[in-house]
């Protein structure tokens, strides 16, 4: 083998190896642990094709997310702290809900996908994504109207 061959193989071992690094590096984020890629489960960012049913719950809602990231929910499903959804005792697996914080008005779509929560002074527990989305995150818990969805 003359010195060039060596050379170059050299160089393609190098760049193989750097190639690795970058890909490693840059593959995963703080953001999702378990080595899990945030999948929005949820739902759209819109309620088009969606209209109230008229069924409404109002009460406290927390939120969860941290711990509970890529553990299976009650109904299978991996749970995403960052997709919009979030676990009740009074809706259906997959139902699709408007959630509106009282106190600040913002709101967001979400879907059933968990049982809970624990607490019975709750009336559901949203994931960290939808939780944020509406202004409770900081505080932990806020007084929601939560609006039954269905298909157009």
Known sequence: MDISTTVAKAAVAVMLLEAGTLLT???????HTNGLR????????SD??????????????????GRFHGRRTAYGER??????????RHLPYNTRVRIT??????SALGRVNDYGPRSRKRIADLSEGLASAIGAKRSGTA??????????
């Open 79 to 88: 749970f995403s702290r960052n997709a919009y959804t979030l676990a009740s």
């Open 38 to 45: 945030d999948v929005r489960t949820s739902t759209a960012k």
């Open 48 to 65: 088009k094709g969606y209209i109230a049913t008229g069924k409404v719950l109002k009460g406290i809602v927390s939120w969860y997310g």
């Open 143 to 152: 007084r929601v109207r939560i609006e039954v969805l269905r298909k157009k």
């Open 25 to 31: 590096a840059s593959g995963g984020s703080s953001a």
């Open 101 to 106: 914080n009282l106190r600040t008005g913002r």
